[in-house]
């Protein structure tokens, strides 16, 4: 499997976390799954994917991810910050 292709993996992962994430209650879950929740954590791996070239077309696809990523986040922030 060449590199280019290990990175769509990877991103297809991601994004079918992201999409996952999008839809969960996350504030509801527990503490020892914290880590598959946090935003933090996919995006230091979606960092680490493309990390040396990548084509236009996968580097479009991590910005696509990392602004759905950025939104996730904003919720998670409005939800601690309320009562």
């Keep these: 499997m060449s590199i ?3 990175e769509v993996q990877e991103l297809l992962h991601i994004e079918a976390v992201l999409t996952r994430l999008e839809n ?3 504030a509801g879950c527990t503490s020892e799954h914290r880590f598959i929740t946090d935003p933090a954590y996919w995006h230091r791996r979606l960092m680490d994917t493309c990390a040396g070239g990548s084509s236009a077309q996968l580097i479009t ?4 991810l990392l602004e759905r ?6 919720r998670l922030r409005r ?3 309320q009562p």
């Design 24 to 26: 969960l209650n996350i």
């Design 4 to 6: 280019d292709e290990l």
């Design 79 to 81: 939800m601690d910050a």
């Design 69 to 74: 990523l950025s939104a996730i986040s904003h």
């Design 61 to 64: 696809k991590k910005q696509e």
